[in-house]
């Protein structure tokens, strides 16, 4: 079965880093784009970018931009997140989720991964 | 950039119908999907392309959309049912926009 697992909940300081990995199992890597997703709390979803694993191509939504690094691994089936200058409004849970294209419509997220929350703090 | 309005909560009691917006100007053109998002868990979604289920989403959830108004419904609704839903549509071929979502309480 399709698994998107995360890596696990991070603290960092105001500045800093962060990697959030997100391993894929269960289909063929890079037949699909993963997107980034992330949710403040109490907040909706707001979207980061997305890479193709295909061939690494990569689109970061403006807000992003210059802060967030995407990448993938294809020999291990894996997508990560870097994203850089950490402020406390950065404090979230950040979800991969997979875009699935069909037929009869747009393409939508069909599996998500379980969230990593990081929190910024002093 | 393209917006989506949804109200902030919507009530229903047990064994009820439940109907959630999702506004957006001329969004008839649109595809519009539909995430639940149960309490400290990740969105699944149980309507894509306004009008088609994914496998194991019960029928008591259907979709439609008129001019500038997209509609989630949840016939006999059930405790389990007490999620955010969020509507999302492209506003090209790579910006998603997602809806604020809708807090849907089963009383």
């Known amino acids: 079965q399709v698994q998107l697992v995360q890596s696990g909940p991070e603290v960092k300081k105001p500045g800093a880093s962060v990697k959030v990995s997100c391993k894929a199992s269960g289909y063929s890597f890079t037949a699909y784009y993963l997107y980034w997703v992330r949710q403040a709390p109490g907040q909706g979803l707001e979207w980061m970018g997305w890479i193709n694993p295909n061939n690494a191509a990569t689109v970061y939504a403006q807000k992003f931009q210059g802060r967030v690094t995407m990448t993938s691994d294809t020999s291990v089936s894996t997508a990560d997140m870097e994203f850089n200058r950490l402020r406390s409004d950065d404090t979230a849970v950040y979800y991969c989720?997979?875009?699935?294209?069909?037929?009869?419509?747009?393409?939508?997220?069909?599996?998500w991964g379980q969230g990593t929350l990081v929190t910024v703090s002093s | 950039s393209y917006d989506l309005t949804q109200p902030l909560s919507v009530s229903v009691a047990l064994g009820q119908t439940a109907t959630i917006t999702c506004g957006g100007d001329n969004i008839r053109s649109k595809n519009v999907h539909w995430y639940q998002q149960k309490a400290g868990q990740a969105p699944v979604v149980v309507m894509y392309?306004?009008?088609n289920r994914p496998s194991g989403i019960p029928e008591r959830l259907s979709g439609s959309h008129s001019a500038n108004t997209a509609t989630l419904t949840i016939s006999r609704a059930q405790a389990g049912d007490e999620a955010d839903y969020y509507c999302q549509v492209w506003d090209s071929t790579t910006e998603v926009v997602f809806g604020a979502g809708t807090k849907l309480t089963v009383l």
């Open positions: 989720a997979r875009l699935v294209a069909t037929e009869v419509a747009t393409p939508h997220f069909d599996y």
């Open positions: 392309g306004n009008t």
